[in-house]
């Protein structure tokens, strides 16, 4: 049964023992990465207003969320994460984000997070310096989220939508586990908070994702938080974000209601190549595919031309079974003579013989 995890105090995780590995092994304890960003964000003039911690049981994987008193936009306040292990099962990560002042979820860019750092050599130093650059750019990622936001809002996501874009990042990418996908489902049948702009919008159900990923595990948050904002920015929204790394092509989700925004309508698209398809066929294929029929002069001239090959060839076959027939005929009528004059000679002896009798 997988370790539970839960939230946890800043002196549970400073009590967790550092791990005894090899001689190559760097550690970057928990309390190092504390007190690193807590005195970084100091100095670049932010302040914490809410943090918390969540870890496994024995506090070997954690990961951190701070919660800034910067608040440009009054549905997202400026947010800090990350994440560490002692077990070797999770590298250091360090994220500027935004947290939804409605559901206090998380979120980041689509290429943040794309930082790890291997426990090895100097690792405690360059994560120092991956804190203290994420935050030096800490306005732009902000701004860029807020740009993101404020996309979703203005486009409309009708319920159907929403639920095969649910699909897609269950089924199709695997970054959503299936309670995590259940508790989606449920946001969407009956929200638990309220969202401007209504309940169907791409900003509602992106916040019914963030609101459902925030509770998993920490070897795996930032990443789906990573890769599910990746993949719903590409797919819908016109924006200015670049990926780290190469993921699967995506499958666009078709839009149910108009939007301002270029989108992909996969069922138009389907219908658009299907008439194509019907324009480009003549009225001698469309009966041939719809009855096996082709009237196609050339093809008729060529079955045509087979037939009469066919029919040549049937009549040699029967000119050489009647010059069989004739042949066969000929020497039975010739046998039929021969026994003819053997009987005639037999008669003519009984003749003599009788004679000289």
Request: hydrophobic share 40%.
């Amino acid at each position: 049964m997988p370790a539970k995890i839960g939230n946890v105090s800043a002196d549970f995780l400073t009590s967790v023992a550092l791990p005894q590995h090899a001689a190559t092994y760097t550690v970057i304890s928990h309390k190092f990465v504390m007190d690193t960003v807590k005195e970084e964000l100091n100095n670049h003039g932010f302040f914490i207003s809410e943090e918390s911690y969540r870890a496994t049981p024995d506090g070997q994987i954690a990961s951190g969320l701070y919660k800034l008193s910067k608040t440009d936009d009054p549905e997202l306040s400026m947010g800090f994460a990350w994440t560490n292990s002692y077990n070797k099962q999770v590298k250091f990560k360090a994220v500027v984000g935004a947290i939804s002042t409605v559901n206090e979820a998380f979120m980041i860019l689509g290429n943040q997070g794309a930082w790890v750092r291997k426990h090895t050599g100097t690792a405690d130093t360059e994560a120092k310096d991956q804190i203290i650059a994420q935050i030096q750019n800490a306005q732009a990622y902000y701004d860029q989220l807020i740009a993101d936001k404020n996309f979703m809002k203005a486009l409309p996501l009708a319920k159907a939508a929403q639920a095969k874009l649910l699909g897609t990042l269950y089924a199709d990418y695997c970054i959503l586990e299936s309670t995590t996908a259940s508790v989606i489902k449920q946001q969407m049948l009956k929200p638990g908070f309220f969202y401007a702009g209504g309940t169907e919008t791409l900003w509602a159900f992106y916040n019914h994702v963030i609101y459902a990923i925030q509770d998993n595990h920490p070897k795996t948050w930032l990443e789906e938080q990573r890769m599910m904002h990746y993949i719903i920015t590409n797919d819908y929204l016109q924006t200015t974000t670049v990926i780290t790394q190469p993921i699967a092509t995506h499958v666009a989700i078709p839009v149910i209601t108009e939007s301002p925004y270029v989108q992909l309508d996969l069922e138009d698209a389907i219908k658009e190549a299907e008439s194509e398809m019907v324009e480009m066929l003549t009225e001698e294929e469309v009966v041939e595919q719809l009855y096996g029929v082709n009237n196609n002069p050339e093809v008729i001239l060529s079955i045509e031309s087979e037939e009469e090959e066919e029919v040549e060839v049937m009549e040699e076959e029967l000119e050489t079974i009647d010059f069989h027939n004739t042949v066969t005929q000929e020497v039975e009528e010739t046998e039929e003579e021969e026994l003819l004059i053997v009987e005639d000679s037999n008669d003519e002896d009984e003749d003599d013989h009788s004679y000289f009798l």
